[in-house]
């Protein structure tokens, strides 16, 4: 009798401690801080109105990397689709006062703060384009959304951009995207582990007093 009293004390202890984990562990879909995007390649494509678009996909290697700025030539060497060639980097922007990138997972979405995203264009059949200041700094940045991979980090970003505004000739809008695969900051070991890893060693110095009774 004692035997039975005993038995069911540890396993109530134990159904316990299984109800304390569940009601304290995190969904499954956790939400990830992006450090580091390691580019493999990407898309531009931009609408120049009665000029036409100008579009295309390199897969050139470079590293975004989050919370700081970027000045020439840190992000990848410049990529050069039809006649223009683009030179990546990321600014404030001085008087706009842009946020550093960051980017965030969720599951199998990716979102990133790409607003300081910069581009210094230059162009082998327009003349206008290497006159203009504006070219010379285009922010092309903007808030992106796309997919990520779970198992491999693999991930696929895009937006677009309106230049209405800007006071450039002929230049109305972009569609940019980028993949490659992110570096994710350490997740710090949940508290759900922590309380069960606690009371399992309780558990078992419980059951340790009852064998010696």
Known sequence: MRQLQRFMAWGGALALL???LLSVAPA???????TQLDITGGSVNLN???LGSVSGTFTQNGQLVMGQYQPLPNIFTPITLSHLTFSLFTSNGGALNLPAPTAQTTGAVMTADLQSLFAGVTSTDWSWVNTNPQMASLNIGGNSTGSFNELTNAFNVSWTKSFTGYNIPFLQSGT???QGTAQLAAVPLPGALLIFGSGL???L???NRLHRL
Do not use: E, N
């Open 48 to 50: 120049f109105g009665t």
């Open 176 to 178: 940019f995207s980028l």
């Open 201 to 203: 060693m309780g558990m």
């Open 28 to 34: 499954s879909a956790q939400a990830a801080s992006v």
């Open 18 to 20: 299984v109800v304390m």
């Open 205 to 207: 110095g419980f059951r």
